[in-house]
Nanobody, 124 residues
């Protein structure tokens, strides 16, 4: 099993930057395919970004493409989501997730483990 813990959330002004971290424990994160999802009040869970186990492939929702960047440090068992130029509509609770098998990266039902979430609030 693996435990995921998100950190780095908080209040940020629109146009600023914020970096979220997802730390894995229990097992090395190097073999996991990682994803980020978010959920705003009154809305359904939404795919944000994903990265392959090697870090060679990344995927982004159209709403964040060009602004958010995913990366991973397998030596530290940590995955990152760099948020540049965030917008107020990016405000949500952000969750990291991990899946073992290759699958649709934007389908939350395909992920095996989830973190507790971290709040990101973007002010105008």
């Amino acid at each position: 099993q693996v435990q995921l813990v998100e950190s780095g959330g908080g209040l940020v002004q629109a146009g600023g930057s914020l970096r979220l971290s997802c730390a894995a424990s229990g097992r090395s994160s190097s073999t996991y395919r990682m994803g980020w999802f978010r959920q705003a009040p009154g809305k359904e869970r939404e795919f944000v970004a994903a990265i392959s186990w090697s870090g060679s492939s990344t995927y982004y929702a159209d709403s964040v493409k060009g602004r958010f960047t995913s990366s991973r440090d397998n030596a530290k068992n940590t995955w990152y989501l760099q948020m540049n130029s965030p917008k107020p509509e990016d405000t949500a609770v952000y969750y990291c997730a991990a899946r073992i098998r290759p699958s649709a990266y934007d389908d939350p039902s395909k992920y095996d483990y989830w973190g507790q979430g971290t709040q990101v609030t973007v002010s105008s």
